[in-house]
């Protein structure tokens, strides 16, 4: 309570006066106003956490001032009183939005009372626009970054989209961002405020994808012990997320065919049918027309899914956007260290723009983190940089071959420094890296044990 700033507003000079007193004694900060024109002056110079009103203010009503805070001033909680109210007076107020309705004379503990509750609902409302403002920073188009003609007609995309129940489809490489535009189409729709659900689809085997897409029943298969609730039924009302579509097993294209044309789905092992309003945002890295006329993706899901189709360009495509997302990962970085870096080096930057980026938008992000970890200078220079970017790829991993020496062994040097360049490039992430290289995680493993690798980052 203490230093919260209340403005009172009444007619009755006494009453001002003595009310004034007594909410200062008890730690507020109190203005005063005997009508409506001297109570919106002083909300325009004043932000209020608190305004307390009467509803009878000379020629004036109090309805005219709380009608001007709601629209004016949201921020600011208006409490309505009056010597004269009657029940029907009461619900006029909560509806017009004041926070409560008081009767005088006033009881000292219900009014701290009431000037409490409505201080902490203040709070809350805060809190929410904070935390709003913390997703649509880190999810929102605020996140996105970039000037180039490409990433613009992407803005365009999802401004036109957003706001639909269309499916859209976000083809790129790893690493592009394919997430992020998922979650500022979702954060910029009617759907906002409702549950984004994000599900990777190749991090799954077939069996455990359809239960986690759809849920479960007890005794479905060994192990379902107890009902399970499925993503799909998690995103009712809001968004779903299918990462990694192109993975996806005939069978399992089968199922969501159904549930996209239908929005209905029966969890494994189960008789009813759910029926769910969820919006579906789907993502590949692969080439999803290539994989229908091979016959590893079906058509009829193909021309389902792919709607909307928002393409991703590679981040060598466009070169002008490193230094902005460089700046911007940068100072995340900061936040998040606490250290104080002035920026990059004109030859960082140049350094930079000349690497072809394989990892994309996340390969820059974790090169910039290191930089910031292990740099010990006012800004980033070109030797904060990982070796592959400085020497332009040229790692001297050619492949030499020494008398004596199977083939098997004279690749192993090649192969390693490769595996090294990629994993060092995604900050060890062994599912990114798996995809930078186009190979399986199981795959990976075995190679990365084999050639010394396994132990040399903490796992993720």
Same mark, same amino acid.
């Given at each position: 309570m203490?230093n919260a700033?209340?403005l009172l507003?009444d ?6 006066e003595?009310m #004034? ?7 507020y ?11 919106v002056?002083a909300c325009?110079?004043t932000t209020?956490d608190l305004?307390?009103?009467d509803?009878?203010l000379?020629?004036d009503d109090g309805f ?7 629209q004016r001033w *949201?921020s600011t ?5 009056? =010597?004269?109210? $009657?029940?029907?007076?009461a619900v006029?107020?909560i509806?017009a939005?004041?926070f409560?309705?008081l $009767?005088k004379?006033?009881i000292?503990e ?5 000037l409490e509750?409505a201080l /902490?609902?203040?709070?809350v409302?805060d ?12 999810f929102?188009m605020?996140?996105?970054v970039g000037?180039?003609p490409?990433?613009?007609?992407v803005y365009?995309?999802?401004?036109s989209v957003?706001?639909t129940?269309?499916t859209?489809?976000v ?9 992020m ?6 954060r ?7 549950p984004?659900v994000e599900v990777?689809?190749? %991090? ?6 359809e239960s986690?897409?759809f849920g479960?029943?007890a005794?479905a @298969?060994t192990g379902a #012990? $107890?009902?399970?609730?499925?993503k799909?039924?998690?995103a009712?009302g809001? $968004?779903i997320f ?5 993975t996806?097993s005939?069978?399992?294209?089968v199922?969501l065919?159904?549930?996209l044309?239908?929005l209905? @789905?029966?969890?494994v092992?189960g /008789?009813?049918t759910?029926?769910v ?7 590949t890295?692969?080439d999803?027309a ?6 590893? @993706? ?7 899914i792919?709607?909307?189709n928002?393409?991703l *360009?590679?981040?060598?495509e ?7 997302? %460089?700046?911007?990962?940068l100072?995340?970085t900061l936040?998040?260290? =606490?250290r104080d870096? %002035?920026?990059f080096s004109d030859d ?6 000349n690497h #072809? ?5 996340r ?7 290191r930089a ?7 800004q980033?220079e070109?030797?904060?940089?990982p070796l592959?970017?400085?020497?332009g790829g ?7 071959f020494?008398?004596g020496q #199977? ?11 490769i595996i090294?360049q990629?994993l060092?490039?995604?900050?060890w992430?062994?599912n990114?890296?798996a995809d930078?290289?186009g190979?399986?995680?199981t795959t990976?493993?075995k ?6 690798l396994?132990?040399g980052?903490?796992l993720h």
């Amino acid at each position: 309570m203490s230093n919260a700033k209340l403005l009172l507003v009444d007619d009755d000079y006494q009453v001002l006066e003595s009310m #004034t007193d007594w909410l200062c004694s008890q730690g507020y900060e109190v203005d005063n106003a005997r009508g409506c024109d001297d109570a919106v002056k002083a909300c325009q110079q004043t932000t209020y956490d608190l305004a307390l009103v009467d509803v009878r203010l000379g020629q004036d009503d109090g309805f005219d001032f709380l009608k001007q805070a709601i629209q004016r001033w *949201p921020s600011t909680q208006v409490l309505m009183m009056t =010597g004269y109210g $009657t029940g029907d007076m009461a619900v006029d107020a909560i509806r017009a939005g004041a926070f409560d309705f008081l $009767t005088k004379p006033l009881i000292d503990e219900e009014l701290l009372m009431a000037l409490e509750r409505a201080l /902490s609902q203040r709070k809350v409302l805060d809190e929410n626009t904070q935390l709003k403002a913390e997703l649509d920073k880190h999810f929102g188009m605020g996140n996105i970054v970039g000037q180039d003609p490409r990433m613009l007609r992407v803005y365009e995309m999802i401004e036109s989209v957003a706001d639909t129940r269309a499916t859209v489809l976000v083809t790129g490489e790893s690493g592009t961002g394919k997430s992020m535009i998922a979650r500022a189409i979702h954060r910029r729709s009617g759907r906002a405020k409702g549950p984004f659900v994000e599900v990777a689809c190749g %991090a799954l085997p077939e069996n455990l994808l359809e239960s986690e897409l759809f849920g479960h029943v007890a005794g479905a @298969f060994t192990g379902a #012990t $107890t009902d399970k609730t499925g993503k799909f039924l998690q995103a009712d009302g809001g $968004t779903i997320f299918l990462d990694e579509i192109g993975t996806a097993s005939p069978a399992m294209q089968v199922k969501l065919l159904r549930v996209l044309q239908e929005l209905a @789905f029966e969890a494994v092992g189960g /008789s009813k049918t759910y029926n769910v309003d969820v919006r579906v945002i789907l993502a590949t890295n692969e080439d999803l027309a290539k994989n229908v006329a091979d016959g590893s @993706f079906r058509q009829d899901l193909y021309y389902r899914i792919n709607v909307i189709n928002i393409e991703l *360009p590679s981040l060598r495509e466009r070169a002008s956007d490193v230094p902005l997302l %460089a700046e911007r990962f940068l100072k995340e970085t900061l936040e998040d260290v =606490g250290r104080d870096v %002035a920026g990059f080096s004109d030859d960082a930057i140049t350094c930079l723009q000349n690497h #072809t980026w394989p990892g994309n938008v996340r390969e820059l992000q974790n090169v910039v983190e290191r930089a910031v970890l292990l740099g010990k200078g006012p800004q980033i220079e070109v030797n904060d940089l990982p070796l592959e970017l400085r020497t332009g790829g040229n790692t001297n991993s050619s492949a030499r071959f020494t008398i004596g020496q #199977t083939l098997k062994e004279a690749l192993e040097g090649p192969e390693r420094q490769i595996i090294l360049q990629v994993l060092e490039s995604n900050g060890w992430n062994r599912n990114a890296t798996a995809d930078t290289l186009g190979i399986n995680r199981t795959t990976l493993y075995k190679k990365m044990k084999r050639l010394g690798l396994e132990d040399g980052a903490p796992l993720h």
